[in-house]
Every structure is written in C-alpha cells, then in structure tokens.
C-alpha cells in the first residue's frame, strides 16, 4: 500500500508541475497556485538522482548517505527525548492522579508549556545550561523530550482513571494500598490510552529535535535541511534528500511504537484500543 | 395502609459465638447536613451465622447494596458497629476474610482466566507454585479447567462470572459477598449459574450474603431472604426457606417454592412505604419476578 501511495504522490507532484504555472498563479489578486518551475519543484526523477551524487563537490560520499548519517545522529536524540520525556510525562500523570489538587494546579502549566515557541528559546535552553558542561546534543534531546511529554502525560492521566469503578473496589476488598492498585489496575488498564499518546510523541520528539537543531547548530538531518536550503538556488533537489531523510525518521519513530503496540496489545480485545 | 409486619427477631447471640457477620445499629447517612442528604439505612440490626446463604432483595434505593458495601469495609457506617469474623469489618477486610463479586465480573482483560484467579493469592504474597495449584483447583471447581490460558475476552459471559466467583473463592475466604453477579446474564445461563453457585459453595463451605431484586433467585438460593425496603433503607422482614440443602432444577417446580415466593412477594409488597399500590400493578418498583 505505502509503495502505490507513494508513486502516486509522486505522480501528482510531476503533473502539477505540467499543469501549474511556472511562476505561480493568482485568483482576484490572491496567490493561489504555487510555483511549478525547477527551483522551486525539481522534478522528482532529478530528487532520486541526486540522492546518488556527491554530497560536495570534490567528494565521493554520495549524499543519501551523508543523510542517513545527520538522521541517524538526529534518530538517537529523538529516541533519547521520547525516552525521557515517557518518563517525565508518565511521572506528571501518576502525580496528577494520585493528587487532584496537583492535577489543578500543574495541568495549566503542562498545557502552557506546550505553547513556547520552541525554536526562539532553543538557544537560550541551551545556554541555560553553559554552566554544567554538557554536550550540546542533550538539550537537543532536551527539547525533543520537551515536546514528546505532553501527549503522554494527558494520554497516561485519561488512562490511569478508567478502571470501572467496582474493579477499584476490588482491589479495595483486597486491602490493596495505592501503589499496588497502581501497579495491578491503573497502570495496566492506561496502556491502551497511552498508545495513541505514545504514537503523537514519537513524532513530536523528531520535531522537537529537528527544530532545535536548526537553532542550535547540532548537526543533525535539521542542520543539514537548514544548510542545504542555503544551496537550493543552483542544487534545489538537494534539500530534497534532506526532507526524504527527516520524513524517513518520522516513519521509523512510529514504527518503533507500532511495533512496541502490537507486542503489548497482542492478548487485548480488538475493540479494547481507545 | 399495608400493614407492616414484624420483624423476624434476629437469632439471640451469646457472647463468643462464632457469627460471620453482626451488623448491630448501623445507619448510613450520605451527603449528612447538606440539601440532598440521603439516608441509605437506618438502624440496621442482622446477624449472619456460619453456612448460611442470605439473600438481601428490595426495591431500587434501598440500600442493599450499600448495606453490603458496610460488610465488606467499602464504606463505614455513620453509626453503629459490622463486625465480620468476630473482628470488625476493618480489620477483616485487612485480612482479607472474605471474597467479593460483582454484576459486571471485572476480570482484568490482561491477565489470562489463570492469573485472574491467582490476583487475590498475588496480593496475599503467596509463592508462583502455591497460586498455580490453587488456580487449577479453582478453576476445577468452576468448570473451567481447559481455558486456564484463555483471555476473559475470548470467554462468555456465563463463564467470566464463574471465574470472577473462582477468584473471590481463591484464598478460600469464610465469607462470599456478591452484588447482583448474574444480573447481567440471561434466564437460562442465570438458572444454571444459580446452581452452580450453590454447588460451589457447598463444596467450599462458604457463607454468602447476596444482593439480588430477583425474588425467585433469592428464594432458590438462600437459607433466609432478608427484605428491606426504601427511604430510609431498612429491614422490615426475614423470612426461612425451608427448601433444605439439596436444591435442584426440581426444586423449582415445587410448591413450596411458589409459596415461598408468594410470601416474599407479599413481604415486598407491604414494605412499600406511601399507601396503598397504584392498582394497575402488583409488582414493587425495581424487582423481577421472574
């Protein structure tokens, strides 16, 4: 299915080319068609070729492999911040939970956080911590698990009240305190909320990272996207290899959790998944 | 007026007797002091002795529920004493003395029909070896051997309630309370689920206080039927069933068992506080009499 999809995609990206107006098209003064020309809609046959070209001239690496290398460095940030911001978000949830007056008074501030501009303040993040000489990389990470815990967080919370309230009796008549409640009940009865949750942050952890590179300088596929662009006036399939290379990452994130889902959800009812 | 009838005196209970349950007093008041106070019971008096299977049946709101609720420890009474085991009914759920069913069974979809039965075991710290020949008896039990592997899911509803009674029975607790476990069911699974339950518990030895707005249900199963009736919840009769302890599908044919659902019936119907029945209906508000 994905391989017919995507020639399609493809198809319909030459035949706008063939279709659209060279240099953009406007209805009653408003600019509507996009630019079909060679700069800014290289022909995709010309993307797949230049995958195999030297990355700079005067070199013999081609450059899907210079890519593969930036989107691999940017992968294991982007692991290391879905990591660490499941972490984060499934601790703020079992605390949520566990304390309605904290839910109150922290669900504002997890919600608001959200809304940062993220790229204006990367830089500054990151020189918040100048101080304690860490490699610039995990507050790149940082940035990734800053995005990644929300999803998470809310998901985990929705997941952790819906045991049916005569199961937590249940576990009452057991004499069972909270933490093996916890443990037995809620954590398990959350894991099909938390998927979906999971699957959202698999895919905001690489654009928290992606996005923080470009204003940090790490470099990662986000860096080479950025310094590829700067090129696209005379190479415009250049940068092309650089969005292949993030799109491809985005893919193998999810990937990661939907295989992670069929491994956990396997003994579930079919209709079990929120 | 329907007239209400006396109360059955409770039995007389001699200091150090072994009873399973004592409720002695016990009020539930919810929402005290505010514009929707509801009093759930009101002075509730019921002692429960070894072996006995008690049925409690009422109309809707009258506080059956609730009143097993206090047994169990779920909820405290606003005054009076429960005492389970001859120990209060704190500390008695502590020591987990007594097993509990619900209608929906509430098995946990990701445990195996086997490790649902082990949960209660699990949480008592009991070793792997020691729950897993305990759940192969239960599940011996209940009928249920060939599926110790199956999901609940994949289970029917007459078979998940069985393993649900399977686990409440797992740490072979003196005392079984259940809420309305084959409300869910359909006639035929629900008569066979009956008998069932009174083979199981038989074997076990078990005492059981048990919820329904079934009269037949409550006269098929019990030793005493215990009727309340609503706003405040209170106990307004019990009445024996003589059936003895051998009940079959031909018990049900018996005459004595249709007299003994008229009695429970007419108990119902004079419990109904407010005048006289609107006429068109002899039936109290929330009971089967199927």
């Given at each position: 299915m994905f391989a017919i999809s995507l020639v399609l995609v493809a198809s319909l990206w030459e035949l706008y080319k063939f279709l659209g107006p060279e240099d953009g098209g406007e209805i009653f003064g408003w600019p509507v068609f996009p630019r079909s020309g060679a700069r800014s809609m290289p022909h995709t046959w010309e993307m797949v070729q230049r995958l195999f070209d030297p990355e700079v001239r005067g070199n013999d690496r081609p450059i899907w492999f210079a890519v593969a290398g930036y989107a691999w460095y940017t992968f294991r940030m982007a692991l290391a911040g879905l990591f660490f911001g499941s972490l984060l978000g499934v601790a703020l949830a079992v605390v949520m939970s566990r304390f309605r007056v904290i839910e109150r008074g922290l669900l504002p501030y997890v919600i608001a956080s959200?809304?940062?501009p993220l790229i204006a303040l990367a830089p500054q993040f990151a020189a918040l911590g100048?101080?304690?000489?860490?490699?610039?990389w995990t507050w790149v990470a940082a940035l990734g698990a800053f995005l990644a815990f929300f999803p998470i967080s809310i998901s985990t919370l929705r997941g952790l009240s819906s045991p049916a309230p005569s199961s937590l009796e249940l576990m009452d008549s057991y004499a069972a305190g909270w933490w093996v409640t916890l443990r037995k009940l809620r954590f398990p009865s959350a894991v099909p909320y938390m998927v979906p949750g999971f699957k959202l942050a698999a895919t905001a952890a690489v654009i928290g990272v992606i996005v923080s590179e470009v204003s940090t300088g790490v470099r990662g596929v986000g860096f080479a996207a950025l310094t590829y662009a700067q090129a696209a006036t005379s190479d415009p399939a250049k940068v092309y290899a650089a969005v292949f290379g993030a799109a491809l990452l985005g893919l193998a994130m999810f990937g990661i959790v939907v295989a992670a889902e069929a491994v956990i959800m396997r003994n579930r009812p079919r209709d079990a998944t929120a | 007026m329907s007239e209400i009838r006396t109360v059955a005196p409770t039995p007389p209970m001699p200091p150090g007797t072994n009873n399973v349950v004592a409720v002695d007093g016990a009020s539930m008041v919810f929402n005290e002091g505010h514009s929707n106070q509801v009093d759930a019971l009101c002075d509730i008096d019921l002692v429960i002795r070894p072996g006995e299977f008690v049925s409690l049946i009422g109309?809707?709101?009258?506080?059956k529920s609730t009143l097993l609720r206090l047994i169990a420890n779920l909820l405290s009474p606003t005054s009076g004493t429960v005492l389970v085991n001859g120990k209060s009914a704190h500390q008695a759920r502590l020591e987990q003395d007594y097993g509990m069913a619900f209608q929906q069974s509430g098995l946990f979809e990701w445990r195996t029909v086997e490790k649902n039965i082990e949960l209660p075991l699990e949480l008592k710290g009991w070793k792997k070896a020691a729950r897993r020949q305990r759940s192969a008896e239960m599940l011996e039990l209940v009928k249920l051997s060939d599926f110790a592997q199956h999901m609940p899911w994949q289970l029917s509803g007459g078979m998940q309630q069985r393993v649900a009674i399977a686990r409440a029975l797992a740490a072979h607790p003196a005392l079984l309370l259940m809420d309305e476990p084959f409300g869910a069911l359909d006639e035929m699974t629900r008569e066979h689920m009956q008998a069932e339950l009174l083979r199981i518990c038989a074997a076990a030895a078990t005492t059981v206080v048990f919820v329904t707005h079934s009269i037949p249900e409550a006269v098929y199963l019990s030793s005493r039927v215990v009727v309340m009736s609503a706003r405040p919840g209170r106990i307004t009769d019990i009445i024996d069933v003589p059936l003895g302890g051998d009940r079959g599908e031909d018990t049900r044919e018996d005459d004595s068992f249709y007299k003994l659902i008229t009695e429970v019936r007419e108990a119902l119907r004079g419990s109904e506080t407010g005048g006289p029945s609107d006429g068109s209906s002899d039936g109290v508000r929330g009971i089967e009499d199927r």
């Open positions: 959200q809304t940062v100048g101080n304690w000489d860490l490699p610039k | 109309p809707s709101g009258c506080g």
